[in-house]
Nanobody, 119 residues
Framework: QVQLVESGGNLVQAGGSLRLSCEAS????????MGWYRQVLGKQRELVAT???????NYADSVKGRFTISRDNTKNTIYLQMHNLKPEDTAVYYC?????????????WGQGTQVTVSS
């Protein structure tokens, strides 16, 4: 059993900052890429940022220069530092991880954490 647990979502004013965390736990042999996605009600889930096991990163154009994804492999945890938040960043943020548990390699999702940016 593998679990991803996000935390750090909150209500913040435009221009503010938040830091999201996502910890993977359970039957884990190794973790490949991890990432953050977000979804607004009624819209498709979209990529925010990803990070490989070799810490190469990729960002959506809309967050480049404002968000930073990082990873602590000793804690099976990724972070999303968000600065200069805008109302359009309001969404449920989901963590995703590609995990090898020795028997299978598959993607897992967290339950999501709400980020609300007021104008």
């Amino acid at each position: 059993q593998v679990q991803l647990v996000e935390s750090g979502g909150n209500l913040v004013q435009a221009g503010g900052s938040l830091r999201l965390s996502c910890e993977a736990s359970g039957s884990i042999f190794s973790i490949n890429a991890m990432g953050w996605y977000r979804q607004v009600l009624g819209k498709q889930r979209e990529l925010v940022a990803t990070i490989t096991s070799g810490v190469s990163t990729n960002y959506a154009d809309s967050v480049k220069g404002r968000f930073t994804i990082s990873r602590d492999n000793t804690k099976n945890t990724i972070y999303l530092q968000m600065h200069n938040l805008k109302p359009e960043d309001t969404a449920v943020y989901y963590c995703n991880a590609n995990i090898n548990n020795r028997f299978t390699i598959r993607n897992y999702w967290g339950q999501g954490t709400q980020v609300t940016v007021s104008s």
